[in-house]
């Protein structure tokens, strides 16, 4: 487990909720290569009740996305070993799982999908929704990315933006981050403040040079987004 002097000047500060900073950090230690550090924080947020079953396994789906299959791959075996091993101490067996239904991959209609996969694009990045000529963007960004996940039910909004600000920020790829932050600020689904907490609980566990980027991100963003506000008073 990570050493103690994170948790308290960083996990006790009151400017945003344990839950947020653990699917925060939870984005950091599934994207290194520490797989008893996954185990550790998946347990933790497990045992705490923190974040759910089901919740962890959509953000394992929402981080593969993100970070690359293969380490979603690492992450959701760390999520089921721990929610195996909290059932053991409990004295309780694993519920099997069904299989999921068909109908919560979402539309099967394509022109449907895509439709809502701009929409949705456009909702969320506050950017005109990019056009449908090459697999990157039809398949992937509109079909899949923006078409399905970002609006499947079992994480919310605010979720997915801490989970999706934390992946970027690891990945050190200047424009998704300088996207995903401002939007995050621009639509206010994390305030400015709370993003500076994101930010340093981020720092903690991905290190302080990959932070600083995140935080010339935000402070280049919100000085946009104030000058905007601005003019249009």
Sequence with gaps: MVADPVFGPVWARP???????????????????SVADMNDHAYAALASGDITYDELLEFVLHFAVYCGWPRGSEAEGAVRSQFARLAAERGEDVPPRSDLPPESLGPTDHGRRLDEGEKCFVDVNLLPAPPRDSPYFQAGILAFVFGHLWQRPDLGRRERRLITVAAVGVSGALGPIYSHVGSAL?????????????????SAYAGFPKGRVL????????RRISASNQEGQ
Aim: net charge negative; proline share 0%; charged share 30%.
């Design 15 to 33: 400017g945003l909720s344990r839950r947020d900073r653990r699917f925060v950090t939870l984005t950091c230690v599934c994207a290194s290569e």
């Design 186 to 202: 621009e639509s206010g689904d994390i305030s400015r403040s709370e993003m500076d907490e994101v930010i340093l609980q981020f």
């Design 215 to 222: 935080q010339k991100a935000a402070s280049d963003s919100w």
